[in-house]
């Protein structure tokens, strides 16, 4: 079964653009988390949806938001880009937040901000 | 304040022998922990999870360790082969924090024929 697909897999940015990233979960699977990867900070959390609510949020600017639509499939934003933003964007779905099974992460995509 | 700590950078051993990665957590809260794999360009791959009322995990060649009352878990790959070498991320959750993974900062497994 196709696994997670995550759109467009690398974006150049200048500063103070906007961005949008998408993320297809595995089909049936309802959760759709964000999580940002840098050399200094590793893996942050960004937020986590789940049948079109935000149900979670990590410590991030209100510069980044997102959303999900009713077919699972989720956004990510961020407007006004920092250099700092540089960065590869992961998307992971899950059926229910069920640890057992983890959470399948798509390739990400990853932005440069110059 | 970094709540789940890799304190290896990297990791060398030979094929056929054994890997353990460990992992160190602070939170209390944290009640469920996960193993993932990645390559460079890719996303990480879900190894192997462990639930707080255990102790022990195993799935193949992946075993996974938790002392509580230490606030450690290891995983063990035995034997080890070229193919797992990647970096090596232990990820730990708590209640209801619904999709949020706190993740170490890896560990570079290199593993020479």
């Known amino acids: 079964k196709a696994g997670v697909t995550q759109t467009p897999r690398y974006l150049i940015k200048t500063r103070g653009q906007q961005v949008t990233l998408s993320c297809s979960p595995i089909s049936g699977h309802r959760s759709v988390s ?3 990867q840098t ?8 937020f986590e949806y ?9 410590n ?5 938001s ?7 499939r989720s956004e990510m934003n961020v407007s006004t880009l920092e250099l700092g933003d540089s960065a590869l964007y992961l998307c992971a779905s899950s059926l229910e937040a069920n640890f057992d099974y983890g959470y399948t992460f798509g390739s990400g995509t990853r932005l440069t901000v110059v | 304040d970094q709540q ?9 051993v030979q094929e056929g022998r054994i890997s353990i990665l460990n992992c160190d957590y602070t939170n209390s809260m944290f009640d469920y922990f996960l193993w993932y794999k990645k390559y460079p360009a890719e ?18 060649r992946f075993t996974v360790f938790l002392n509580k009352s230490a606030k450690h878990l290891s995983l063990h790959i035995v034997p080890s082969q070229p193919g797992d070498s990647a970096v090596y991320f232990c990820a730990a959750a708590g209640g209801t924090s619904y ?5 170490g900062q890896g560990t570079i497994l290199t593993v020479h024929p």
């Not at chain 1, 789940?50 to 990590?58: H, I, L, P, V, Y």
């Not at chain 1, 997102?66 to 699972?72: H, K, L």
């Not at chain 2, 789940?4 to 060398?12: A, D, H, I, Y």
Request: a positive charge; zero cysteines; glycine letters at 12%.
């Open chain 1, 39 to 46: 050399p200094g900070q590793g893996l942050q959390f960004l």
């Open chain 2, 43 to 60: 996303g990480p791959t879900f190894l192997i999870s462990i639930s707080s009322i255990k102790d022990k995990n195993e799935d193949g």
């Open chain 2, 4 to 12: 789940v700590k890799q304190n290896s950078p990297s990791l060398s």
């Open chain 2, 99 to 103: 999709g949020k993974l706190t993740f």
């Open chain 1, 60 to 64: 991030f600017p209100g510069r980044f």
């Open chain 1, 66 to 72: 997102g959303r999900q639509f009713s077919n699972s």
């Open chain 1, 50 to 58: 789940f049948s079109e609510t935000q149900r979670n949020k990590g």
């Open chain 1, 34 to 36: 964000w999580y940002q």
